[in-house]
């Protein structure tokens, strides 16, 4: 009996189809945007020269620039509060124990979602308390390696279980063959293997065809860009509020609310004149924030938090309802557009010129190189936008043990 075991498991592992990988929760939806991180800035009190959250990255990285994936990830920087304390990150280590891992356990790490619901947040906690860690595993191989284990948490994260066929994991692929392995075996598990692998395109293998992005670019639904070229096909680049560019799905308008997909909320503007619909823009959503003023609303009134969806002649539609008597009672980007905030047009997005009429060989034919309009692309914005995590709930969590 235990002969035939150990014959099948060779017959699997040769023929290079054994699959151990296990889907965890629910997976992100690529088109929602990048999956969001916000790494507390102290990151490990073992390491101080910052190469900590580069470890970290490096591992969101390692998963989420992988070849025919569309799942990206987007860093944002931590924001402070009243009292100077950073706040809505979603990566940390817990130096204290508050967390209540105990010593077996090096992190932990996990998402929301589920139930036919896309994933929308995610977290990694790391054992500060019981654990010396490392960026620089060579020189320290005692030591836990950052970016092994922020490799492992984050493809919990990102929609991963552990690597193993049973509820129990008694059996399960080893370390050499599956960073999902339940147990750290020390020294450098920073890359992932063919299981790995699988199970990330399983979730989040590119299924259009004319999905060219990489990393690099060109970019996906809402990665920070410069102009329309640098977004891929079918998406244009977008002025959010916050003044960031980013790869969106361009337009909407009155007559048209849902024509920016899910993960993107229609903003509009006011009704240029009796026959045409109001235009508006598709701002992406910041998971766990209402929808912004002046976002249709029609078929989803909770969308606008504490503002009302109210019916309005200036848009035209049902929008969240912010009133106003001059433009400085708006937000940042709008305009006072009869009695309700509304997204100011200058910021609508616009299409660029077809052909090439101006003779500067970028094919835009409009000739000028400012990114005012998505249409020149001669620098590239890195301004980083600004995001909050105003709860994302701990709906369950991995625990990687370590072994003994
Ligand atoms: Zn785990």
């Known amino acids: 009996m235990q002969r035939a075991l150990v014959v099948s498991t060779l017959v699997l592992l040769t023929a290079g189809h054994a ?7 629910a997976p992100w939806d690529p088109n929602r945007g990048p999956v969001p991180y916000v790494m507390h800035p102290d990151g490990s009190d073992d390491i101080s020269d910052g190469s900590d959250l580069q470890a970290i990255r490096n591992a969101m990285d390692r998963w989420t620039c992988m070849e025919d994936a569309a799942l990206r990830s987007r860093e944002y920087p931590v924001e402070l509060n009243d009292q100077g304390e950073p706040t809505g990150f979603n990566i940390w280590w817990d130096e204290t124990g508050q967390e209540m891992m105990g010593p077996s356990t090096l992190g932990v790490g996990g998402g929301d979602g589920g139930s036919g ?6 977290f990694i906690i790391f054992n500060g308390l019981d654990h010396t860690w490392t960026s620089d595993i060579g020189a320290n191989p005692s030591m836990v390696d950052v970016e092994s284990i922020a490799v492992h948490e984050g493809g919990h994260m990102l929609g991963l279980g552990h690597s193993c066929t049973d509820d129990q994991e008694t059996d399960c692929l080893p370390a050499d063959q599956s960073v999902m392995n339940p147990t750290y ?44 070229d640098d977004c891929i096909e079918g998406l244009s680049c977008v002025a959010q509020l916050d003044d960031t560019q980013i790869c969106s799905p361009g ?38 924030q209402a929808a912004p003023p002046g976002t249709a609303c ?21 929008v969240c309802f912010k009133g106003c008597q001059v433009d400085d009672d708006c937000d940042h980007g709008y305009v006072c557009a009869g009695i309700l905030c509304l997204l100011d047009p200058d910021r609508l997005s616009i299409e ?6 101006d003779g500067d060989g970028d094919g835009d034919g409009d000739g000028d190189a400012d990114m005012g309009d998505g249409c020149g692309c001669t620098a590239q914005d890195t301004n980083q936008g600004a995001l909050a995590f105003a709860a994302f709930p ?10 003994r």
Not at 352 to 357: A, F, I, Q
């Open 19 to 25: 699959s151990a990988y296990k889907l965890l929760g």
């Open 117 to 122: 619901v896309a994933r929308r947040s995610g």
């Open 185 to 228: 075996p020390g020294g450098n598990a920073q890359e992932l293997k063919q299981d790995d692998i699988d199970g990330f395109l399983a979730m989040y293998e590119k299924t259009d065809p004319a999905d060219n992005s990489t990393c690099d670019g060109p970019y996906r639904h809402g990665e920070i860009c410069a102009c329309n």
């Open 251 to 288: 337009g909407c308008d009155s007559d048209n609310i849902d024509a920016c997909g899910p993960g993107f909320n229609c903003v509009l503007s006011a009704k240029p004149d009796d026959e045409t619909p109001a235009p508006g823009t598709c701002i992406k959503g910041v998971s766990g």
């Open 298 to 318: 029609g078929s989803s009134e909770f969308i606008c938090g504490n503002l009302d969806c109210t019916r309005s002649g200036t848009a035209d539609a049902d």
């Open 352 to 357: 660029c010129p077809s052909g090439d009429g």
């Open 394 to 403: 701990l709906l369950w969590a991995v625990v990687r043990r370590r072994r």
